[in-house]
């Protein structure tokens, strides 16, 4: 991190043209590393490029003489995503015995939890630590999202730092990131033993009300659905029924609908409707029948 290090790291590579250097990080390519990378002088592998494949796989259990059916190579590779720190567990426990099962799939999943926690979470401070719990629940995020959803005014800051010193997001484009997949997989795990339910309801009720304000009532009634707001859900559905008309609306949100305790929609006509429409389009017209005369005596 210190500039004059980098300089003298820098004028060192330059100058020995007869030795290689390896560096590793968990991070992406530091701007005062870039001209190397560019000027083709520097190599880099990237995580997934060192995600191993089924041959790999199958070499990795010969060479520490652990015997393992073709099946199970695949569906450990399915499991894994060919991570080389879960194949690891996985070789260790079935050298010492054990069968490759289900169980042993949640088990090697705790390890490499495990593993997560120490290595990469428990080495922020206890603030970055937050802000990636609460961030985990939202499948993709950006600044605005990250500020509404966590209350820090430094959530764009906090991004920024996540963005250059780790390679724990993927990027859709310059606002919009998301986690590796199995690192998200951990941040639900470590959010759901770290707060509780009504945490997590809040979390999701804050980001209910991030989608519904951008006019995003699809991601809004997922959230409001994992928060239990019904009356929110009511809401959007009333909502989205006025702005789109078409049935295939009625369809995308039919889930949501069926949630809803019987009492509410009876309390609402543009509820009522849907239902009627949403019985007629999966060929129920008795239940459709029966909407419609609500409609009528309301």
């Known amino acids: 991190q210190d500039l004059k290090q980098q300089q003298d790291l820098c004028e060192l590579m330059r100058k020995s043209n007869n030795k290689k250097f390896i560096i590793l990080s968990r991070g992406v390519v530091p701007g005062w590393l870039a001209p190397f990378q560019l000027s083709g002088l520097m190599t880099v592998f990237k995580a997934r490029d060192l995600l191993f494949d089924i041959p790999t ?3 990795i259990f010969e060479k520490y003489n652990v015997s393992i059916s073709k099946t199970d190579i695949s569906e450990l590779y399915k499991q894994s995503h060919g991570y080389p720190v879960a ?3 996985v070789v260790k426990r079935m050298s010492l015995g054990e069968k490759y099962d ?3 799939d949640c088990a090697v999943r705790q390890d490499v939890y495990m593993y997560f926690e120490d290595a990469v979470f428990n080495r922020f401070d206890i603030s970055t630590r937050r802000f990636l719990l609460e961030l985990a629940p939202f499948e ?7 500020k509404m959803v966590s209350g820090d005014k430094n959530a764009g800051e906090i991004l920024d730092f996540l963005q250059k010193n780790t390679t724990m997001m993927l990027y859709e484009n310059v606002n919009k990131a998301r986690f590796w997949p199995q690192f998200r997989d951990f941040l639900m795990w470590k959010a759901e033993r770290t707060y509780t339910t009504e945490q997590l309801q809040t979390l999701y009720n804050r980001g209910g009300l991030y989608y519904e304000l951008h006019d995003d009532y699809a991601r809004a009634l997922e959230c409001y659905s994992k928060s239990g707001d019904h009356k929110k859900i009511s809401e959007i559905l009333t909502k989205n029924s006025k702005l789109n008309q078409g049935i295939g609306r009625y369809t995308d949100v039919e889930k949501y609908y069926r949630a ?3 009492k509410e929609i009876l309390e609402s006509p543009s509820l009522m409707q849907g239902m009627c429409m949403l019985s007629a389009l999966c060929n129920d017209y008795a239940e459709s ?3 419609y005369r609500a409609l009528c005596d309301f």
Do not use: D, N, V
């Open 57 to 59: 796989i199958a070499k």
């Open 87 to 89: 194949i690891s567990y």
């Open 102 to 104: 289900l169980a042993m």
């Open 140 to 146: 993709f995020f950006g600044p605005e999202l990250a």
């Open 260 to 262: 809803l305790p019987e």
């Open 289 to 291: 029948e029966k909407w």
